[in-house]
DNA sequence: GACATTGGTGCCGAATTGTTACTAATTCGC
DNA sequence: GCGAATTAGTAACAATTCGGCACCAATGTC
């Protein structure tokens, strides 16, 4: 038994995601004149060989002027749901980028996820995937710092996080849980912003840990 | 600007995992004559509309003679890594099927995962993958109840999260959590194994839980 | 200099967790 | 029959963690 391989159209579509004035903001591009939708998200055919992660790297920065922190998968698509470019087979790729950081180019422009224009179906639950994704994963996986600068705030990294969430955290248990985990270092430097008190800029510095063997968390389940 | 989309080859790559003998196990199917290795995942090219999932149901039904209990996609593959049927793309999806079930048809073995055969590369990066992602998602999902039968004892269940974690657990934490989770329910059955006191059944039956809000677990990172 | 604002820490009671030890029900060996 | 071995299930305790509150610190504004 030897399957036989036929051949389709492949699109990856890349969903940028960064912090844009208080809310997570995805990075559109306006269609072409005649396409249904008036925004989608960048979008290509990867290369002969080229990786995927490698083909998102590359749409991404042609669009936002530098290239996002980081990538993953969100999910392949091959239901009938309309594609822009009527691809028949989708990689969904979200991209985290840091806040501040690049310069759309004319065409693009930062939409607030919780209130994007009329997509194509495909990118719509493209979209949809991607937050519940990175929303899924900010527990595990230190995503927050990839939307940060190289040095940020105590309170940055938590407004960060308490986007991510939609919900408030509280501050001495935050840090106390930072604190443990000797996921960032001070550097010397504060910033002064306006009112308050200064701050201390912190740089994200992993170190290596002891194994936290915790029990099985039943009450994490997502579905 | 419209992207051009090219035609590519594609092929879905299904990973059984089940439980065999006190390991996980993975469904390999034996090669065609002149293949260059003798045993390969289950595969083949989506049918046209065919949403990937239900490709990877049918070829892991065709395969193991029942249907698995649960299906995830472990990521997309585009690179030069070889596929057995020379596809350029793969779609490589994890399938969990119940301790005991299937028949696998002639051609089929279980392998446990520790002691697979040579694969070709492709297939060896989407088994770890797979089984990388079933490790990592066993907290946030009922992964560990899709490889048990519809009742089973407590027991059983902390045998598949050990063999999930690779690590022991204490019995009284761990039925302390399933217990304040709300996810299994007592039936009136109760089975003797032979040797020790019969140990009551218990299904899958997950109750709506109330909205479990703790802080941020900085100390879940896996990289 | 009082006050508003933001950053940062100490502390305590409550909840959660890891562990030990115990009880319960069955089979096996003699 | 009866004790040892084996597996299931629970009680209770100590240590740790967590959420919340209060407080102190440093800056800009008036």
Redo the contacts with the bound molecule.
């Keep these: 038994m030897k399957p036989v391989v036929r051949r389709t159209t492949l699109a990856v579509d890349v969903v940028v995601l960064s912090p844009r004035s208080d809310a997570l903001a995805v990075l559109l591009v306006r269609s072409p004149a005649g396409a249904r939708e008036r925004w989608s998200l960048p979008w290509d055919a990867p290369a002969i060989g080229e990786a995927l992660e490698d083909a998102a790297a590359r749409i991404a920065g042609a669009v936002l002027g530098s290239v996002p922190a980081f990538f993953e998968q969100v999910g392949t698509l091959s239901d009938g749901r309309r594609h822009p470019g009527d691809a028949e087979v989708s990689v969904g790729i979200a991209a985290l980028s840091p806040a501040g950081s690049g310069a759309p180019s004319e065409e693009a422009e930062w939409f607030p996820l919780a209130s994007l224009p009329t997509l194509a179906p495909r990118h719509r639950t493209i979209v949809d995937r991607a937050a519940a994704v990175v929303r899924q994963r900010v527990d595990q996986s230190p995503l927050a710092f990839r939307l940060l600068p190289p040095t940020f705030?105590?309170?940055d990294l938590q407004s960060v996080y308490e986007l991510l969430l939609s919900r408030r955290l509280?501050?001495?248990?935050f840090?106390?849980?930072l604190q443990?985990s000797y996921l960032v270092e001070p550097t010397d430097e504060?910033r002064?912003?306006?009112?308050?008190?200064?701050?201390?800029l912190f740089r994200y510095a992993p170190k290596k840990r002891r194994g936290a063997?915790?029990?099985v968390?039943f009450d994490l389940f997502t579905e």
């Design positions: 705030t105590l309170s509280h501050k001495a248990s840090r106390r849980a443990a504060w002064s912003e306006g009112r308050g008190r200064p701050a201390q063997r915790r029990g968390r």
